[in-house]
């Protein structure tokens, strides 16, 4: 194969491929659940992919969406159901809210924590990066 031939084919090859997606450029990007309502239920359709994303158990989410918006939660194989009527929105700030207190470091900002047990009790936020701890509720 010639050398003029490999670039052809190359040059082919990279027109086929998709563009680049646009983003933000920062490495960790919030996600965004995906949800619909039927009748007086929301349905999170994405739930295990945010979990795995934000590297948390699916428990601790559950109560915390549970909490805050005052709903019970049925957790339905991939998926989970709240028990009320409920917009996007409010579900992706709740979300934002439990990322900000529980997954990004309250130094450095980076997500790259892990939640142990500390002393006494008490629930720590660990950075991987930095090493900074802080304690959650």
Do not use: W
Request: glycine fraction near 4%.
């Amino acid at each position: 194969m010639t050398d003029s031939n490999y670039d052809k084919l190359l040059d082919s090859l990279y027109a086929k491929l998709p563009a680049k997606a646009v983003g933000t450029g920062e490495r960790f990007e919030y996600p965004k659940f995906e949800c619909f309502t039927e009748g007086t239920k929301t349905f999170i359709k994405n739930f295990d992919a945010v979990v795995s994303k934000l590297r948390r158990d699916k428990v601790m989410l559950i109560k915390f969406l549970s909490k805050e918006l005052a709903v019970p939660i049925v957790q339905d194989a991939d998926r989970v159901v709240l028990q009320r009527r409920l917009v996007p929105e409010s579900l992706n700030s709740k979300l934002d809210d439990f990322t900000t207190k529980y997954v990004i470091c309250k130094e450095c900002k980076k997500p790259d924590t892990n939640i142990i047990d500390g002393e006494h009790g008490f629930k720590q936020v660990v950075c991987e990066a930095c090493g900074a701890r802080s304690s959650v509720k």
